[in-house]
C-alpha cells in the first residue's frame, strides 16, 4: 500500500520538476533575448564606425544568438506531452544549426574584404569594454542554461544553451584581438580573432543541420 500511496507523489514531483525547469529555460532565453539586442546593437554599431572585423562579427553573432533564443521561445510554448513537440525539437534544433552556419560564412567573406581592401582597424574601447562585460555574463547564463536543459532533455534547448558558451567564446576572443590591436598595433589580430571563431561556429551549424546535439 505504501508503494502504491507513494507512486502517485514521485509523478507529481517529476510533474512539478519539470515545470519549475520549463519556467527556468524560458526565463532564462528571454534574459539571453534581452542581452543580445543591446550587446548587438552596440557591437556592430562600433564594430562598423571603427571597421573592426572581429567586432562586427561578435556584433553578428548576438543577433544570430538572438534568434536562436526566439526560436527556442517558440519551442518552449508547446508542452512536452504535446505531440508536435518532437517536430518542434527538430526544427528549432536544424534552425539553431544555420544561424551558427551564417554566422561563419558572413566572419569569413568580411575578413577577405578586410584583406583585399587592406583597411586596417583601430581598437574601438567600447569594443574592449563590451568583451570584458560579456565574459561576466554569457558564461554564467550559458552553464546555467545547459545544466537546465540537460534536466529537460531537450536536444534544442542544449544547442542553443552550447550558441551562449559559444558566444564566451568569442568574448574571449574578441578580447584578445583587440586588446593585442589597441597594446601592440598588430591590426591583423583582429582577423585572427575572427577566424578563430570559425572552425568551432561550422562543427556545431553541422550538427544542429543534422540534428545532432553535444551533450559534452
Known sequence: MSLEAGAPARVVDVQGEQHACRQVATTLLQITAGWNVAEGLVAVTSGVMAGSVALVGFGLDSCSELSAALILLWRMRV???????????????????ATFLLLAVFISAEVVFVLQSNHHPEPPPVGIALAVLSLGVMPTIGLMKRRNA??????????????????????????IGLAA???FGWWWAD??????????ILKEGVE?????VCED
Open 191 to 200: 582577423l585572427v580573432a575572427a577566424l578563430a571563431m570559425v572552425p568551432w
Open 150 to 175: 540537460k534536466r529537460l532533455g531537450s536536444p534544442a534547448l542544449i544547442a542553443e544553451s552550447m550558441e551562449t558558451l559559444v558566444c564566451s567564446y568569442l568574448s574571449a576572443t574578441l578580447f
Open 181 to 183: 590591436n589597441a597594446l
Open 79 to 97: 508542452a512536452d506531452s504535446d505531440p508536435r513537440v518532437e517536430a518542434r525539437e527538430l526544427i528549432a534544433r536544424r534552425a539553431v544549426g
Open 208 to 212: 544542429g543541420i543534422r540534428g545532432e
